[in-house]
């Protein structure tokens, strides 16, 4: 049950940020609890999985099931148990207080927890056409689409351990591979390197850009600068796999929910809570304290987690603190 605050306004058990998978699971299980959440979806709902075509890795759908439908699934799913949605984005947020303060432009919502599920963005090359063909023999997710390049000729940017281990899976599917470097060093570790350099299907090219990326309805090739030379040519391919970084949706929080040097919020390592953000009752899920998984399905458990740990903080408030609600089962 929702309650008010001494000026009437409505105040939320629970806001979720962000409608990927663990937001949405997060949204499942604190509506199925009794919590009334209101999601704030954002403008650009459904993550990341809005971008891709097929998923075959989710459990529950054994011939696969399109990444868009399967938001679409898990939005109704929420709906269904009384989750509340605004498709806007939050663009302020005040949450050192009990009193959780979410603002939308002029407008204020109220909470006791806030369940952030703001997600991660892959990192693209800034190319017109290499958003335009995502998808569609553009990817950002090997694990995702490696499958459909059986016995393809496909490219991998990027010299990272992310650049280094999904090639070496793509090694799997594809005939040929190219890893395309901007440079000759290289960030991943020696380990990873190595693997991807003993790899009989993957060819190096250094010093290398990609400037295009080229195709009418699918994937067709590259455009490629060397950086030394100046020299431009095409290399004819099926597929790019741009991994060339993630960047943590968590600039809104900044200087007030603490993160790693790299934006990802900090998470508890106490099992009890490990949703559990620096901030009391602000539960962080999915690729936004992720760096590592990034998976549909990891995102979606710890949506689930964190609405579980939601619950179990609104179950313990002390009566100096917002009035607890009567709850439901998760
Ligand atoms: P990363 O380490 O930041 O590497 C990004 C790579 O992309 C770098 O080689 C960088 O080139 C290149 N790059 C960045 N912007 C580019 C652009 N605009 N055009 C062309 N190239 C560009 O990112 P990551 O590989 O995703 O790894 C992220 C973290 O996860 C790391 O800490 C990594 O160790 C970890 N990780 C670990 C594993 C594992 O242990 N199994 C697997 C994956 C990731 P420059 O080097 O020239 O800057």
Redesign the pocket.
């Known amino acids: 049950m929702t309650t008010t605050n001494g000026s009437n306004q409505k105040v939320y058990n629970t806001i979720v940020v962000g409608s990927g998978p663990a937001g949405l699971t997060a949204a499942i299980y604190a509506a199925r609890g009794n919590l009334e959440p209101l999601v704030i979806e954002g403008y650009q709902a459904g993550g990341q999985l809005m971008l891709t075509s097929e998923v075959e890795n989710f459990p529950g759908f054994r011939d696969g099931i399109m990444g868009p439908e399967l938001m679409m699934q898990m939005r109704a799913q929420a709906e269904r148990f009384g989750a509340e949605f605004i498709t806007k984005n939050v663009t302020q947020v005040d949450l050192s207080g009990p009193s959780k303060k979410v603002w939308v432009d002029d407008d204020l919502y109220l909470a006791k927890t806030v369940i952030v599920s703001t997600g991660a963005s892959a990192?693209l090359?800034?190319l017109a056409n290499e958003s335009r063909l995502m998808g569609r023999g553009v990817s950002t997710c090997a694990t995702c689409d490696g499958f459909f390049f059986r016995n393809k000729v496909i490219a991998v940017?990027?010299?990272?351990?992310?650049?280094m281990?999904e090639a070496n899976f793509l090694s799997r599917f594809a005939s040929k591979l190219y890893i395309i470097?901007?440079?000759e060093?290289?960030?991943?570790?020696a380990i990873?390197l190595e693997r991807a350099q003993n790899n009989p299907k993957i060819e190096f090219v250094l010093n290398t850009?990609v400037t295009d990326v080229l195709g009418e309805e699918i994937v067709e090739g590259v455009r490629l600068k060397n950086t030394q030379t100046g020299q431009e040519s095409d290399l004819k391919l099926d597929g790019v796999f741009v991994?060339?970084?993630?960047t943590p949706n968590t600039k809104l929080f900044a200087g007030q929910i603490t993160r790693d040097d790299k934006g990802y919020i900090l998470t508890s390592n106490d099992k009890s809570h490990v949703t559990a953000s620096n901030l009391p009752g602000v539960f962080a899920c999915g690729d936004v304290q992720d760096?590592?998984y990034r998976q549909a399905i990891t995102a979606a458990g710890s949506g689930c987690a964190a609405a579980l740990d939601a619950e179990h903080y609104l179950e313990n408030l002390t009566d100096s603190e917002p009035a607890a609600v009567a709850l439901g089962t998760v």
């Open positions: 990192n090359l800034g940017v990027g010299g990272g351990d992310s650049a281990e470097h901007r440079r060093g290289f960030r991943a570790s990873m850009v991994a060339i970084g993630h760096s590592r």
